[in-house]
Every structure is written in structure tokens, then in C-alpha cells.
């Protein structure tokens, strides 16, 4: 395709998995929109961990405090040495070095040094398990949150973008915690116990050194301002180009056989260009931050070194102070570096914790909690299902409007009717994937909405018409219909689903490992084993949806004496395309528009002129090309 | 990993200039204490303001180089890395786009889009890290020593005695580093693909009930996870400090045998600090190359990942030379096989009929039986490993590729639309199409009226896969893609399943009249759809079990007699 306009490209967010943490130390802004409120409740999350937060404070402030301690020690230790010497130099008196100062110095210093280590040794130790375990926590919250969501959310929000929720904001989060959290607060207790120093040891020179900050925010603040503009352009070519990916190659036999090959590639290359040259200006310019301040730094240094020089001859400072003032400036800039690029890491940070709270705070199913005694006991549920007035709709107009069915235990129901008359819907609401808006659905006279809803499914058997199956054994893929089930239910299940005789062709029978995409067998052995599965699951009730329609005409042969088989003395619904299969069900009801405009048995409906019959006519007087 | 050097060895001139770049940044970085030292002992101690002043800006003058050369090695490090990136991109599209459709779902579609995106990003980031930050490390390192031990030999043992200790630290940290980085990148995948199954399979989860226990598979991953990050980073929390402690002891150990050779007068104050300089330089050399090991693993696997593509063998095809210029009369299979790489059996076994201009083919069989693999040998999608294919009597290998899909429309059994206009998913089938014939395309698919209905008629945007379409609407508007090639072998799989009786009558009418004097052939579930083909192939398990008219195959065969039953019960044909 040609390249659209700009609105149609907002859709692809970075959803695609561009990776949204700091990979490097300069990130697209990503604006959060309530920050306080969102920040505030990121930090209810370190509450389990206060306590321990707190000691880890405590030990930075220590070991940082040692850390900055050192290089006045060893300033004082330099002064010794020089003066010991210059005073051999001058004085053939004097002894010279004070070696055993000296040793007692540099023997607290090692001290200071060794301390300083084993303090920050025990806080990232801390802060490791901390950090993880906070977002360990998160993930877990999200988990059951998932559970709760109610399916209109997932059918209307695309996959990629929960799943970008959980994986790159959640990442982000922790990177954050781990590194930036940690550094922030050892960089300002660093900052502050320099300035002290550098103040003890000379105020002169301190605010010398303190002009460079101002001169460095001033430099690195353009340049900030143009590294996120680039990023920016780099993640939305990011975009695109992953756009343009997707789609070629999900339309692979299309680009093929229309030979449209070359356009694609170009159309490629040319985003491909594009990206490209934001990445190399968004590297770029994030490259040349660091030397940039070091050169700052370095001005700052002669200056110092000016103005040392001359405090000096005046006598005013030692000369190891000077060295340990100049440790210290170095020290100063890179905590202040560090820091400069705090305000966007946060504010991503914040933005991802948002989009993680926004999953969060999805309205959640309403559950029910209590449950009555004894509601529903798989073994005992006789399967009268009554649809009592009931009215629907996915949005606000209604789609159903009071519906009344009635089935009585063992009855075979089949759901007929043109695409978007409300099968699905009807299954839907069974299901309580989705709740009524009036009336009520009764199972053996008890209304299911209050019953809990996985006690309610597992009386339900269900094939879908996505045949999903997970990355693993084909047994276990099986098993997921009953989890206690021994090798040999299963290898049973598989036969009754005719299911077994391809199974056991594979070269790893049973043990078969299926892909992420199940990618290895076809889509009718796919059919297969979610029959399988649901055979296995052996539940009181059935519901078909529109399963048979994608398994063969030949392989249905068989799968159909296998389901009626299964559905004997279960209360089934079937829905399908060809009547032929569902001449025999106790109940047909043929929906259109979302209402059931017809129900009765197959000899009934035909008597009757209704829509049926058209339908009827439809599929068997059809003509192939005339 | 072989592989991706190649890709850098290409850019091998901007990685020399590089290696200069790094050179002289890393002399004016060693450059630096020297001066710093000499402004101390001869200015600093002495009170020689002008020296302080003429070294202060000669140091400054170097330091200005260094951030030339800084300057330019950002600009080489992500012209490099960026350019590294844009290739294999544009590698791995291209090599993909070659795939048969074989190859595609071997690696899975899913699969393949991250390996051209994330991947390689992943790549591209730790090369930036690898040319602007550790190819300093050697040059520091050597240059580190060498200034070291020009200044003073003797105290240079100090460092020669510290550095195997913190190599040593390094060598061992890495050791159990590297294997647990690589466990937390597996892992994380591993959460992500749960994670991503319960999304796709949420309905199926909840109709059995299965929350909980899928919740305890993605609390497993969760904990796995958690472990050993907690592990890695608690070594990270290790190494940074143990680094720390290695490099101030060392220090001291210089300040004290330094202090006993400034009593002896054979070293300065000035030379001892910028000693000191120099032990933090080497050590910083040291400590960033040990940061490699936290970007390689990540890398690594990445790497892996694109190389896997990258060397993957394209079923390659033979493109042929030879042109079609009269129009195809015939297309004729003779004991055509079709084995999938690897699989143990033909999918497709001794299959031969003949396809006329002017009639329409049907094939029907079951699930597996080889529908689908059989018609997309006609295109080449897959090429038949035994047998020949004849169109009009000529190797259809010896006809140019491209020459022969062009005279090919076919429609594939799942609707696939790109994002974009009606008009452009149209003209998808014909780069040129004029207005007229998009819209007789759409008019034979039954597609115009509903376009027209649209808000912005043949303009109106169609989202990624037609997502805002029905079914029947993508089916149709598929279907006028490929009319408007005008083709001269019309290829249906399956395509008419989502359509209502009535539309699908009136565009098999408009089709016909369209194509009465082409190749049709029609692949179907339903027999009632087929009845009036000049020839129906029935299909079972990759073997013919039977051509002829309905009529004949009904009373005939086996095959077919069961089919029919299970469609219309025992009572056969009302």
C-alpha cells in the first residue's frame, strides 16, 4: 500500500514491542497524564517494603557518607607526605616523611573504603530483591486482575496492547527501581555531602565549582530538548516500520501471488531509510551529552586549579586539599549527570505505571461472591435451561429483546440463522461471558447469575470456533479438559474425537510438542483435539459452535456419530451452517436480527413458509455456477 | 554471531576511522593527568600563576579535542550501528518475502515480526554501547599502563600486581554472570508466551473453568522470573562494590610506596596524583568491558534468533524464462507429487488431470486430503516434487515466474486486506488499474454497492487486516482484487463461504459471464456448490479418488457418495 496520512499512523502505538525502557539513557517523553495521583499510588506499592526501604536509606546515607569522607583522608594524607618531603628538602634537620602517619591514615582509609563497599554491597542486595519483588507482586495483580475482566474489555481491546501493559511497562517499572531509584538517592546524598566538603575545605573554591552547574544545565538542556525530539521520531518510524512488517508478512501468499514483492520491499526500505536516519540523530545527539559535560567539567578544573595556585602561594591551602577538591569535582559532575536525565525517566516511568493502573482499574465482572449451598454439582445437573424475558446488547441499543427458550434435560438444540443474527450472542450470555441486561437464564430453575461462573462453565462443555491450543504436549493440550485425567482417559478422548489415528502417525505420538502457533499440525487435526478436549471435559451440557464447520465433510462423518454419542442425555445446543447436520434435533431455533423468529423440529419448520425454509432451499437447491 | 560481523566488517572504513577517533580521544584523556600533575609540581606547589595559566590552557585545548573526537565517534558508533540495523532489516525482509509458504510457517508469522523488529533493535542498541563505550577499553587499558609506567616504573608494579586480582574478579563474576543473564531473557520470554496464550485463548480458558490453573502457570513463570533476576542482580549488587574496593585499595597501596619514593625524592607530588589518575583510568577500562557481558547475552540471543532466519534456505524455485504469449489453453498435472520438507509421507501423491479454458473445475475432498496444497502449485507457491506441470504444453518451470502469476487471480481461503483505500486494496491486484476497471472488478464481486455505502466511498480507509469489515465484505473485496488482474486462471480456495445464498448466486452468474473463456477452478466444502462443474476432483488423503461430472462421481464413487451423504442424510439429493 501507498503510505497514508499521519491519522491512520497514530494507530500504530509502540505496542509492537519497541522496546519502551531506557535501553540507553535517553527515552522519548511519554507524558503521564495525572502524575501525582499515579505517583502516589506507585508508591503505596513500596509500602509492604518500608521497614526495609528505610534500613536501605539509612545504609546509603552511610555508605556514601564514607565514600565522601575518603578523599579528604586522603588529601590529608597527601599533605603529610609533601610535607614531610619538602620540609627534608628545605629543613636538613627534619625527618622527613612521617611514615607511620602515614600508615595510620592510609589504614583508615582502607577502613573508610572498606566499610563504603560492604554498605553499598548491602544495599543493592536489598534493593534487588525489593525492586523484584514489587513488580513480582504487580504481575500478580494483574494476573487475577485478568481473570476478572470481564470478555467485552479483551474483545474490544487488542491483544498486543495488554500484553505491551505487562511486558514493556511492567519492565520499565522495574528498571527504573533497580537502577534509577537506587542511583537517585545515593547521587543526591553524594551531591550534598560533596558540597559539604568542598565547602569545609575551601568556600572560594566551592563556588567556582558550583558555576559549572549552571553553565552544564544550560548546555545540556538544548540539547535534552532535541535528543527527545529524535527519539520521538525514531519510536513513531519504529512504528511504522513494525506496521508495514505485520502486515506484509501476515498477507505473504497475497504479496506472492500478486507479485507485489518488489513494491513491498521498497515501500520497506524506504521506512527503513527513515528510521534510520532518526536513530542515527537520536543516538547521536544522546552520545555527545556525556563528553560534553566532561569538557564542562574539565573548564571548571584549570579555573580551580587557577585560583589553587594562588591560595596556595598565599598559604591559605594545602596542597592535598587541593587534590581532594579536585576528586571532588570530578565526584560532583557525574552524580549531576546522572540526575540530569532523572525528570524523563521518572515521567516514563510514571506514564507506564499509568497505562499498568488503567488495566488495573477496568471495571471488573460482577462476580458472585457468596455462593448458595450447593447450587450446581456437575453430577447432579439435570440441564433445563430456561431463558426467561431475557434482553441483550454488546452496547447500548439492544440486539435481543425478551427472548424466551425453553429446553428440557437431554434435548438436542440446534441455532440457526444468517451471520449476525445472534447465535454466538446466545451462547454468549449462556456462558456469562457476557450478562443479561433484563431477565434471567435459569439452570434447573436456578438463576445463573448466582451461581459463581466457573462453577456455572464447568456444567458447560464447549468447542470453539478458534481452535486455541497452548505450547505444549498435544496430551497435555488434551488434558486441559480435565486436569486429573490418567494417560488413558486422554488416549480415549482421542479416539472418541477421531483424533487418535493422526495423533499416534506423529512421530512423538501424544507427546507431540505443538508450537506457539500449532503451526505443526493442520486446522482440522486443530478441530480434532479441542473435541477431544471437550469430551474429556464431560460435561452435563454441550454447546457446539459452529465447530463442525471447519472440520471436513468427511472427518465430520465421523466426529458426528462421536457427538451424538457424547450428547446423549445432555442437554446440547449445536450451532451450524449446514441444516443437514441438525435435521434431527428436538429443537431448532432459528434467529434473525437477534430474535428467534422461528423454533420447532425440522418436519414443523418446513411445513411452516418462514425463514427456515428459505434457508433450507438456500443450501440444497443451490446451484453451482449456472 | 558470525554472521552479524559480516554486517559490521562492511562498514569496516567507518570502523577504521572509529579505531583513529578512540585513538586520539583516548590520548587526550591520558594526556590529561600528565598536565594535571605538571600544574600542580611546577605551578600549584611553586606559585608559578603564568605556568598554571599556559598548561591550564593547553589542558584545555586537549580536553577540546577529546570532545571533537567524542563528538565524532557518537557520530560514527550510530552512523555504524544505525546502518548495521537498517541492513539487516532490509536483509531479513527481503530474504522472508523469498519464503514459500512452506518456510513461513516453519518459523510461524508471529515469530518472524519480531525477528525483523525487536531483534534487531536489541542489536542495534548493544552495538552503539559497543563502539562508543568499549572499544575505548584496550586503548585505555595499554595506553593506561603505558603512562603509568613511563611516570614511573617502580610504582607501576603496583598496578601490574592489582590488575590480574581484579581480572581475576571479573573473569570469575562473568562466569557465573553470563549463563544467568541469559536464564533471565529465557524466562521473560517464557512469561511472555503464557501470557500471550491466555489472551488468545481467554474464551477457552473461561468456558473450562481453567482460570485458576492457568493463573498458577503464570505465577510459576512470574516466580521463575523473580528468582533469578533476584539472583542477578544481587551479583551486580556484588561486582560494582567489590570493583570499587579492589580500585581504592590499589590506590592506597600507591599513595603509601608512592610516599616512600617522594621522601627518596625520585617521584613529585604531582606525578604521584596523576599516578592515581591513571590507576582509575585503567581500572574504569576494566569495569566497562565487564559491562559487555550484561548487554551480550541479550544480544546474543537476538543474534541467534536472526541468524536463524538469515540462513534458513528459501525453498528456492527456478524463475524460468520463457513467456506466455498466447492465451492458456491448458494446464495439465502428470503424476504430480507433493512432499513438505522433512515430512515422512507424500501430501500429495501421483495426481494427473487436465485443466481446459472455458470450464470450471471443482475440488473437494477432506480435511489433510491436499486441497489447498494442490491448488497453490499452480502459482508456485510450492513446487511439485514429482511429476510435471504443463501449461500449454510447457514445462510451467521453464515460464518466466513472474510472466505466469500475472495471468494468475487467486483468492486464498482466509481474506487477508491491507491497510489502506478500497481503491488501493483493489488495485493491490493491478498496479495500474484505471477507475473503470476497479469498479467492474467490484461490481462482478458483488462488492460496489456496499463500497458505495461507505462514508468515503472508494476512498473510505480499511484498517489493518479489514478489520472493520464483515466477513463477507473482505471475502468480496478480495475476490475483486484478483478480477481486476483480469487474470487468465481463476484460483478459488474456499472463497465464498462467508457470503449469503443470494449474493453468492449472483456473483457465480457474474463470474461466469466474466470468465467464459477461462481456467476456473473452485475448491469447496459443499457439494451443492459445485454440482454444475464441468469436472469435480475429489480428493482423498493427497491421492484422486475420482474425477468426473457430478452426476457421474455420484453414482460411481465411493468417496464422493459418502460425502454427499454427510451433507444431505441418506436420502441423498432432494
Redesign the interface.
Known amino acids: 500500500?501507498?503510505k497514508?496520512n499521519d491519522g491512520?499512523n497514530k494507530?500504530h502505538r509502540p505496542a509492537?514491542?519497541?522496546?519502551r525502557g531506557h535501553?540507553?539513557m535517553f527515552v522519548g517523553l511519554d507524558k503521564p497524564k495525572n502524575f501525582r495521583a499515579t505517583f502516589r499510588r506507585l508508591l503505596t506499592y513500596l509500602r509492604p517494603f518500608r521497614l526495609r526501604l528505610t534500613f536501605v536509606l539509612l545504609i546509603a546515607v552511610l555508605g556514601t557518607a564514607f565514600?565522601v569522607i575518603?578523599p579528604i583522608v586522603?588529601g590529608k594524607?597527601?599533605t603529610i607526605?609533601?610535607e614531610?618531603?619538602y620540609d627534608?628538602?628545605t629543613n636538613s634537620a627534619a625527618r622527613?616523611?612521617d611514615?607511620e602517619l602515614?600508615?595510620k591514615m592510609?589504614l583508615f582509609?582502607?577502613g573508610l573504603?572498606?566499610f563504603?563497599?560492604?554498605f553499598?554491597?548491602v544495599?543493592?542486595?536489598m534493593?534487588?530483591?525489593i525492586?523484584?519483588?514489587l513488580?513480582?507482586n504487580m504481575?500478580?495483580q494483574i494476573?487475577?486482575k485478568?481473570?476478572r475482566i470481564p470478555?467485552a474489555h479483551?474483545d474490544k481491546t487488542p491483544?498486543g496492547d495488554?500484553?505491551s501493559r505487562?511486558?514493556n511497562d511492567v519492565d520499565t517499572i522495574?528498571s527504573t527501581l533497580?537502577q534509577t531509584v537506587n542511583s537517585f538517592f545515593t547521587s543526591i546524598i553524594t551531591v550534598i555531602g560533596i558540597a559539604i566538603m568542598m565547602f569545609v575545605i575551601s568556600p572560594l573554591l566551592t563556588i567556582i565549582a558550583l558555576i559549572s552547574i549552571p553553565l552544564s544545565v544550560f548546555v545540556i538542556r538544548p540539547l535534552l530538548k532535541r535528543s527527545q525530539k529524535y527519539f520521538g521520531n525514531q519510536q513513531r518510524t519504529?512504528g511504522e516500520?513494525?506496521?508495514h512488517?505485520?502486515?506484509?508478512?501476515?498477507?505473504?501468499?497475497?504479496?506472492?501471488?500478486?507479485?507485489?514483492?518488489e513494491?513491498?520491499?521498497a515501500q520497506?526500505?524506504n521506512v527503513?531509510?527513515e528510521?534510520?536516519e532518526a536513530?542515527?540523530?537520536?543516538?547521536?545527539i544522546s552520545?555527545?551529552v556525556?563528553?560534553?559535560m566532561?569538557?564542562i567539567g574539565?573548564?571548571s578544573?584549570?579555573l580551580i586549579?587557577?585560583v589553587?595556585?594562588?591560595l596556595?602561594?598565599q598559604r591559605t591551602i594545602a596542597?592535598g586539599d587541593?587534590?581532594a577538591f579536585?576528586t571532588y569535582t570530578k565526584q560532583f559532575t557525574q552524580p549531576i549527570s546522572q540526575t540530569a536525565n532523572i525528570a524523563n525517566i521518572i515521567q516514563s516511568t510514571i506514564a507506564a505505571a499509568e497505562r499498568v493502573f488503567q488495566l488495573l482499574d477496568v471495571e471488573e465482572e460482577k462476580g458472585v461472591t457468596a455462593t448458595k449451598e450447593m447450587l450446581l454439582r456437575t453430577d447432579e445437573v439435570k440441564g433445563n435451561i430456561r431463558f426467561d424475558d431475557v434482553s441483550f446488547g454488546y452496547d447500548d441499543t439492544l440486539l435481543m429483546r425478551n427472548l424466551h427458550i425453553d429446553v428440557t434435560s437431554g434435548q438436542k438444540v440446534a441455532i440457526v440463522g444468517?451471520?449476525?443474527a445472534g447465535k454466538t450472542t446466545l451462547v454468549n450470555l449462556l456462558?456469562r461471558?457476557y450478562d443479561v441486561k433484563d431477565g434471567a437464564i435459569y439452570i434447573d430453575d436456578i438463576d445463573i447469575t448466582t451461581i459463581p461462573?466457573?462453577?456455572l462453565?464447568?456444567t458447560?462443555g464447549?468447542v470453539?470456533q478458534?481452535t486455541?491450543l497452548?505450547?505444549g504436549t498435544i496430551k497435555e493440550n488434551i488434558r486441559?479438559?480435565k486436569?486429573t485425567a490418567t494417560d488413558e482417559e486422554v488416549i480415549a478422548a482421542a479416539k472418541a474425537a477421531y483424533a487418535d489415528d493422526?495423533i499416534t502417525k506423529l512421530?512423538d505420538g501424544y507427546d507431540t510438542v505443538l508450537?506457539?502457533?500449532a503451526?505443526n499440525i493442520?486446522?482440522?487435526?486443530k478441530?480434532l483435539l479441542?473435541i477431544a478436549?471437550a469430551m474429556l471435559?464431560n460435561a452435563p451440557i454441550m454447546i457446539l459452535d459452529e465447530a463442525t464447520?471447519?472440520?471436513?465433510?468427511?472427518?465430520?462423518?465421523f466426529i458426528?456419530r462421536a457427538m451424538s454419542e457424547l450428547m446423549k442425555g445432555r442437554t446440547s445446543f449445536i450451532i451450524a451452517h449446514?441444516l443437514?447436520t441438525i435435521?434431527d434435533a428436538d429443537l431448532i431455533l432459528v434467529m434473525d436480527e437477534g430474535q428467534i423468529v422461528e423454533q420447532g423440529t425440522h418436519e414443523a419448520l418446513l411445513q411452516r413458509d418462514g425463514l427456515y425454509k428459505t434457508?433450507y432451499t438456500?443450501?440444497?437447491?443451490?446451484?453451482?455456477?449456472? | 554471531m558470525r554472521k552479524l560481523a559480516q554486517y559490521i566488517a562492511t562498514y569496516k572504513r567507518y570502523i577504521f576511522i572509529l579505531f583513529v577517533l578512540v585513538f586520539f580521544q583516548t590520548l587526550s584523556q591520558l594526556y590529561?593527568p600528565t598536565l594535571?600533575g605538571d600544574?600542580?609540581d611546577n605551578?600549584?606547589?611553586v606559585?608559578?600563576?603564568p605556568y598554571?595559566?599556559k598548561i591550564?590552557?593547553l589542558?584545555?585545548f586537549v580536553?577540546?579535542i577529546?570532545?571533537v573526537m567524542?563528538?565524532g565517534?557518537?557520530?560514527y558508533?550510530?552512523?555504524v550501528?544505525?546502518?548495521v540495523?537498517?541492513d539487516i532489516?532490509?536483509d531479513i525482509?527481503?530474504h522472508?518475502?523469498?519464503?514459500s509458504?512452506h518456510d513461513?510457517?516453519?518459523v510461524?508469522?508471529?515469530?518472524?515480526?519480531?525477528r525483523?523488529?525487536?531483534d534487531v533493535?536489541?542489536i542495534?542498541?548493544a552495538l552503539?554501547m559497543v563502539l562508543?563505550m568499549f572499544l575505548m577499553a584496550p586503548f585505555m587499558l595499554l595506553g593506561g599502563v603505558l603512562m603509568a609506567v613511563s611516570k614511573d616504573f617502580m610504582l607501576s608494579l603496583v598496578i601490574l600486581f592489582a590488575v590480574p586480582f581484579i581480572a581475576v574478579a571479573i573473569y570469575f563474576i562473568m562466569k557465573k554472570g553470563y549463563p544467568l543473564f541469559q536464564a533471565v531473557q529465557k524466562r521473560?520470554d517464557r512469561?511472555?508466551?503464557?501470557?500471550?496464550?491466555?489472551?488468545?485463548?481467554?474464551?477457552?480458558v473461561?468456558?473450562?473453568?481453567?482460570?485458576?490453573?492457568?493463573?498458577k502457570r503464570?505465577?510459576r513463570a512470574?516466580?521463575n522470573l523473580?528468582d533469578v533476576?533476584?539472583t542477578v542482580?544481587?551479583l551486580?549488587?556484588?561486582t560494582?562494590?567489590?570493583m570499587?574496593?579492589l580500585m581504592?585499595?590499589t590506590?592506597?597501596l600507591i599513595?603509601?610506596f608512592?610516599?616512600?619514593r617522594?621522601?627518596v625524592?625520585t617521584m613529585q607530588?604531582g606525578d604521584?596524583?596523576a599516578f592515581i589518575q591513571y590507576v582509575m583510568l585503567i581500572l574504569m577500562a576494566l569495569m566497562m568491558a565487564s559491562m559487555m557481558f550484561v548487554i551480550l547475552p541479550r544480544a546474543s540471543v537476538s543474534a541467534k534468533r536472526i541468524e536463524e532466519v538469515l540462513t534458513m534456505k528459501t525453498s528456492k524455485q527456478t524463475i524460468g524464462t520463457e513467456t506466455l504469449t498466447e492465451p492458456i489453453q491448458t494446464i495439465s498435472f502428470q503424476n504430480v507429487a507433493y512432499r513438505y520438507p522433512n515430512a515422512?509421507r507424500n501430501t500429495l501423491e501421483n495426481i494427473s488431470f487436465t485443466l481446459e479454458a472455458g470450464k470450471?473445475t471443482?475440488i473437494?475432498?477432506?480435511?489433510?486430503?491436499g486441497k489447498t496444497t494442490l491448488i497453490q502449485l499452480i502459482?508456485r507457491?510450492l513446487e511439485a516434487t514429482a511429476g510435471t506441470i504443463t501449461v500449454n504444453g510447457k514445462d510451467i518451470k521453464l515460464i518466466h515466474l513472474?510472466r505466469l502469476?500475472?495471468k494468475?487471480g487467486?483468492v486464498?481461503q482466509r481474506a487477508?486486506l491491507?491497510?489502506?483505500t478500497v481503491k488501493?486494496?483493489v488495485r493491490?491486484?493491478k498496479?495500474n488499474a484505471s477507475e473503470e476497471e476497479i469498479v467492474h472488478a467490484l461490481q462482478i464481486a458483488q462488492a460496489d454497492s456496499f463500497v458505495r455505502e461507505l462514508d468515503l466511498g472508494y476512498e473510505s480507509?480499511i484498517?489493518?487486516?479489514g478489520a472493520n469489515l464483515?466477513?463477507?465484505q473482505k471475502q468480496r473485496l478480495s475476490i475483486a482484487?484478483a478480477l481486476v488482474?483480469q487474470p487468465q486462471i481463476y484460483l478459488f480456495d474456499d472463497s465464498f463461504s462467508?457470503l449469503?445464498?443470494e449474493t453468492d448466486?449472483k456473483l457465480?452468474?457474474r463470474?461466469?459471464q466474466e470468465a467464459s473463456d477461462k481456467i476456473m477452478v473452485i475448491v469447496a466444502?459443499?457439494v451443492?456448490?459445485?454440482?454444475?462443474?464441468d469436472q469435480i476432483i475429489v480428493l482423498?488423503k493427497g491421492r484422486i479418488a475420482g474425477i468426473g461430472t457430478h452426476k457421474h462421481l455420484s453414482e460411481t464413487n465411493d468417496?464422493y457418495k459418502?460425502?454427499i451423504?454427510?451433507?444431505?442424510?441418506k436420502g441423498g439429493?432432494?
Open positions: 500500500m501507498t497514508h491512520s494507530r509492537h514491542g519497541a522496546p535501553g540507553g565514600s575518603g586522603m594524607t597527601i607526605i609533601f614531610g618531603a627534608a628538602v622527613g616523611v611514615f602515614v600508615a592510609l582509609l582502607a573504603y572498606v563504603s563497599s560492604l553499598q554491597f544495599q543493592g542486595y534493593i534487588a530483591s525492586s523484584q519483588r513488580v513480582y504481575r500478580e494476573f487475577t485478568l481473570n470478555l479483551f491483544h495488554t500484553l505487562v511486558t522495574a533497580q519504529l516500520l513494525n506496521g512488517v505485520e502486515e506484509m508478512y501476515t498477507g505473504h501468499i497475497e504479496v506472492t501471488t500478486f507479485g507485489r514483492e513494491a513491498s520491499i520497506f526500505r527503513n531509510d528510521l534510520y536513530g542515527r540523530r537520536a543516538q547521536f552520545g555527545i556525556m563528553p560534553v566532561n569538557f574539565n573548564i578544573y584549570v586549579s587557577i589553587a595556585g594562588i596556595v602561594i596542597i587541593i587534590q579536585i444468517p451471520t449476525g456462558m461471558f461462573r466457573a462453577e462453565r464447568q458447560i464447549m470453539l478458534d486455541w497452548f505450547k486441559f479438559g486436569e493422526f512421530p508450537n506457539e502457533e503451526s493442520s486446522q482440522g487435526q478441530q479441542t478436549r471435559a464447520s471447519s472440520v471436513d465433510t468427511r472427518t465430520e462423518l458426528q449446514r443437514s435435521q434457508l438456500s443450501q440444497f437447491a443451490g446451484k453451482a455456477p449456472a | 590529561l594535571m600544574i600542580v605551578g600549584v606547589v606559585g608559578n600563576i598554571i595559566w591550564g590552557a589542558m584545555l580536553a577540546a577529546g570532545v567524542s563528538i565517534i557518537s557520530y558508533a550510530s552512523h550501528a544505525m546502518r540495523g537498517r532489516r532490509n525482509f527481503t522472508v518475502t523469498d519464503f509458504v513461513f510457517a516453519q510461524g508469522t508471529a515469530s518472524l515480526i519480531t525483523t523488529t525487536n533493535t536489541q542495534q542498541q552503539v562508543r521473560l512469561l511472555n508466551t503464557i501470557l500471550r496464550e491466555n489472551l488468545t485463548g481467554i474464551r477457552v473461561r468456558a473450562f473453568a481453567k482460570e485458576r490453573a492457568e493463573q503464570l505465577q512470574n516466580e523473580t533476576s533476584i542482580n544481587r551486580m549488587a556484588f560494582m562494590p567489590l570499587m574496593l581504592n585499595v590506590i592506597i599513595i603509601w608512592g610516599s616512600v617522594i621522601d625524592g607530588i604521584l596524583m515422512q470450471v471443482a473437494i475432498g477432506g480435511t489433510g486430503s502459482p507457491l513472474d502469476r500475472e494468475i487467486y486464498p487477508l491491507f491497510s489502506g488501493e486494496n493491490f491486484g498496479d480507509f484498517e489493518q487486516g464483515s466477513g463477507g482484487r488482474r462467508a449469503d445464498y448466486k457465480r452468474h463470474l461466469l466444502q459443499r451443492s456448490t459445485i454440482i454444475d462443474a482423498d468417496v459418502e460425502i451423504t454427510s451433507q444431505y442424510g439429493i432432494a
